[in-house]
């Protein structure tokens, strides 16, 4: 799945939505510091109340919302792997019971040998995403509806709970000070743990190959919730790959660099990137990264060295990086540059206009612009360069 496939999901999930069908949900209770079930419910999803199903679809959104490979991680499952069986059993099954039955081996895996430090509720939903084979065309007579794509998934969302309230109250008819605590707990719905999405989809074919794992935190995949729920492979994450790219990078053009050739090196990337947003991801290996090294501006950069340094780094001279993961955020002001007496923001395309320079003696960054400059509203008199 790429950025615009989950995008497309995402914008579907919404109540009363004829793209977007979800026909049962299935909630987990699991009491803190135990790994038994203390209870759980199917139900169909239309039978919730609306604003219930409004709280759920927010979490769903929340669940798949991030940047590929640092929240959201596509996994290939190992091979023989229980769970793969488990949700395609689960995903083709017609009663519930076989449904509920397939989820509840699903929790059972994430409780094994893993009590939980809060209660928390396990969410699966079983759903169908129907996407439209043609784009939106007013005058066309046959409807974008006619002819679709048919996705079946199955969704899980796990969440916390939060400890009820203790308060103090005046009851104004006793006229009297009272405790009052509420014993229900409350699901937090807003800031999933952890959750995620099978099969995977891309051009307009259902992949039960992979499993679209969604992280707590950027960069810091569970790797026990990967390797024994999932029994998905190991995942590298953008931040793991942008450090190995950074230390070949030092290996082969040296600690010091031009800001230019730094610009020129992020806008080649970026370019394949941009003209494969549609396609599978590009990855580099070292012939890919000696290309736009030399592209870059370094001529004489030795296809040697750059293997030698794949290797050294990451102990594979086949290793693949993503291209997406080595490019900071291109369009925003993603790259530091820190001194100690200011810390600058800029965005990569922007790289080409900053220079270090000696300035009567002393090292100073200058940042061409096109306008005048401004300081708390005030606009900054222009000095001839050198005087």
Same mark, same amino acid.
């Given at each position: 799945?790429?950025?615009?496939?989950?995008?497309?999901?995402?914008?579907?999930?919404?109540?009363?939505?004829?793209?977007?069908?979800?026909?049962?949900?299935?909630?987990?209770?699991?009491?803190?510091?135990?790994?038994?079930?203390?209870?759980?419910?199917?139900?169909?999803? &239309?039978?919730?109340?609306?604003?219930?199903?409004?709280?759920?679809?927010?979490?769903?959104?929340?669940?798949?919302?991030?940047?590929?490979?640092?929240?959201?991680?596509?996994?290939?499952?190992?091979?023989?792997?229980?769970?793969?069986?488990?949700?395609?059993?689960?995903?083709?099954?017609?009663?519930?019971?076989?449904?509920?039955?397939?989820?509840?081996?699903?929790?059972?895996?994430?409780?094994?040998?893993?009590?939980?430090?809060?209660?928390?509720?396990?969410?699966?939903?079983?759903?169908?995403?129907?996407?439209?084979?043609?784009?939106?065309?007013?005058?066309?007579?046959?409807?974008?509806?006619?002819?679709?794509?048919?996705?079946?998934?199955?969704?899980?969302?796990?969440?916390?709970?939060?400890?009820?309230?203790?308060?103090?109250?005046?009851?104004?008819?006793?006229?009297?000070?009272?405790?009052?605590?509420?014993?229900?707990?409350?699901?937090?719905?807003?800031?999933?743990?952890?959750?995620?999405?099978?099969?995977?989809?891309?051009?307009?074919?259902?992949?039960?190959?992979?499993?679209?794992?969604?992280?707590?935190?950027?960069?810091?995949?569970?790797?026990?919730?990967?390797?024994?729920?999932?029994?998905?492979?190991?995942?590298?994450?953008?931040? &793991?790959?942008?450090?190995?790219?950074?230390?070949?990078?030092?290996?082969?053009?040296?600690?010091?660099?031009?800001?230019?050739?730094?610009?020129?090196?992020?806008?080649?990337?970026?370019?394949?990137?941009?003209?494969?947003?549609?396609?599978?991801?590009?990855?580099?290996?070292?012939?890919?990264?000696?290309?736009?090294?030399?592209?870059?501006?370094?001529?004489?950069?030795?296809?040697?060295?750059?293997?030698?340094?794949?290797?050294?780094?990451?102990?594979? &001279?086949?290793?693949?990086?993503?291209?997406?993961?080595?490019?900071?955020?291109?369009?925003?002001?993603?790259?530091?540059?820190?001194?100690?007496?200011?810390?600058?923001?800029?965005?990569?395309?922007?790289?080409?206009?900053?220079?270090?320079?000696?300035?009567?003696?002393?090292?100073?960054?200058?940042?061409?612009?096109?306008?005048?400059?401004?300081?708390?509203?005030?606009?900054?008199?222009?000095?001839?360069?050198?005087?």
């Amino acid at each position: 799945m790429n950025k615009k496939d989950i995008a497309g999901l995402r914008r579907q999930l919404k109540v009363d939505n004829d793209l977007l069908k979800i026909s049962d949900i299935f909630n987990v209770y699991i009491m803190k510091e135990t790994t038994d079930i203390y209870h759980y419910q199917s139900q169909p999803f &239309e039978m919730l109340d609306r604003d219930q199903q409004e709280l759920f679809i927010k979490n769903f959104k929340k669940l798949l919302t991030g940047q590929l490979n640092e929240k959201l991680f596509e996994l290939k499952f190992k091979r023989e792997a229980d769970s793969q069986l488990i949700l395609h059993k689960g995903l083709l099954s017609d009663g519930v019971e076989d449904w509920m039955n397939q989820m509840l081996l699903m929790t059972e895996k994430m409780l094994k040998d893993n009590p939980y430090e809060k209660d928390v509720v396990i969410t699966f939903i079983k759903a169908e995403y129907l996407k439209p084979m043609k784009k939106r065309n007013d005058e066309a007579e046959e409807s974008e509806r006619d002819a679709v794509y048919s996705h079946p998934f199955i969704l899980c969302s796990i969440n916390k709970t939060q400890e009820s309230k203790k308060e103090l109250v005046f009851d104004y008819v006793e006229k009297e000070f009272k405790y009052n605590i509420d014993v229900d707990s409350v699901i937090d719905l807003d800031t999933p743990m952890t959750g995620f999405l099978f099969p995977c989809f891309s051009n307009g074919a259902s992949d039960v190959n992979h499993v679209l794992y969604s992280s707590k935190k950027a960069n810091e995949p569970d790797h026990r919730f990967i390797d024994e729920v999932l029994n998905s492979e190991h995942t590298i994450t953008a931040k &793991e790959d942008k450090e190995v790219f950074e230390e070949v990078m030092r290996d082969v053009m040296g600690d010091h660099l031009n800001p230019s050739t730094l610009a020129n090196v992020y806008r080649e990337i970026n370019t394949m990137v941009e003209e494969n947003e549609e396609d599978e991801e590009p990855k580099l290996d070292y012939k890919h990264v000696e290309r736009v090294f030399k592209q870059s501006g370094g001529e004489q950069v030795d296809s040697e060295k750059v293997k030698a340094a794949f290797e050294r780094i990451t102990d594979n &001279e086949s290793y693949e990086l993503k291209a997406s993961s080595v490019v900071p955020k291109y369009k925003s002001k993603s790259i530091k540059i820190q001194t100690k007496v200011a810390n600058i923001s800029i965005s990569p395309q922007d790289l080409e206009y900053v220079r270090q320079v000696n300035y009567k003696g002393k090292r100073c960054i200058m940042i061409e612009i096109e306008e005048d400059a401004e300081i708390e509203g005030f606009k900054m008199l222009p000095e001839a360069f050198g005087e």
